[in-house]
């Protein structure tokens, strides 16, 4: 084990993840498809080893268990991407139920394939975008937690999320060191979706010192039936 696999372990242990050899082991396995499949399509810009280490697994540990991932039974990955922050969190819970949301067939056939090599159960793979699960009856308003790591201005992200939780279910962003005036924008768009900001964590990631802000949002009320409105309209128009 080199020293990047070694301050995981250290700064995981230290937020109160543990993770067994099994566990460190489905992770490396995990790195080498991504680099593997990285050179055919492009699922990331970050190929190093430190970098999958500290930039991709730990941030979306560290994310999660702020986000009280580890409370939650049922946890939705919006714009998964290539299965970040969803898979870290099945590694390290194997016995929640992790689903995998991403607009790019490609990019859930990549994870499909990490899902078969580490012998990931209870996973669910969704092709779609946001604006249409929110508007399906199968989707909208059933989740717990939702999860985002995507590059979307948070009013953008709130219409994507909000109306895929439940009522006193939970939406919590990954976002940057930008977030209050993000907040300050959102707040409209928040209000209208039903929901609350319930807290923002910031913190550093460890090794890279890059900060981070975990913005958790509680659905007080039920999202307005209009919403989210039809695809690339949140984008265009941000309700803010």
Request: hydrophobic share 40%.
């Amino acid at each position: 084990m080199n020293k990047y696999w070694e301050n995981l372990l250290q700064s995981t242990s230290e937020a109160g993840i543990d993770l067994n050899r099994q566990q460190l082991q489905q992770l490396h396995k995990f790195m080498e498809l991504l680099q593997t499949w990285n050179k055919q399509m492009n699922l990331t810009a970050i190929t190093d080893e430190a970098g999958i280490i500290y930039k991709h697994f730990l941030d979306s540990l560290l994310y999660a268990k702020l986000a009280q991932a580890d409370e939650a039974e049922e946890v939705v990955d919006l714009g998964t991407g290539a299965g970040f922050p969803g898979l870290p969190l099945k590694i390290w819970l194997p016995d929640c139920k992790v689903v995998l949301v991403d607009s790019l067939q490609k990019r859930l056939k990549f994870i499909e394939e990490v899902v078969r090599a580490l012998c990931l159960k209870n996973v669910e793979l969704i092709h779609g975008r946001a604006e249409d699960l929110g508007k399906d009856e199968q989707h909208r308003e059933k989740y717990g937690l939702v999860l985002s790591r995507a590059v979307a201005p948070l009013p953008v992200l709130v219409e994507y999320c909000l109306p895929l939780v439940r009522v006193k279910g939970r939406f919590a962003a990954a976002k940057g060191p930008e977030v209050a005036q993000e907040l300050a924008m959102a707040e409209k768009a928040i209000v209208i979706l039903g929901g609350l900001v319930e807290k923002s964590i910031n913190y550093t990631l460890p090794f890279v010192n890059e900060q981070r802000t975990m913005v958790s949002i509680t659905k007080i009320t039920a999202t307005p039936s209009k919403y989210p409105r039809k695809a690339g309209q949140p984008a265009k128009k941000p309700l803010c």
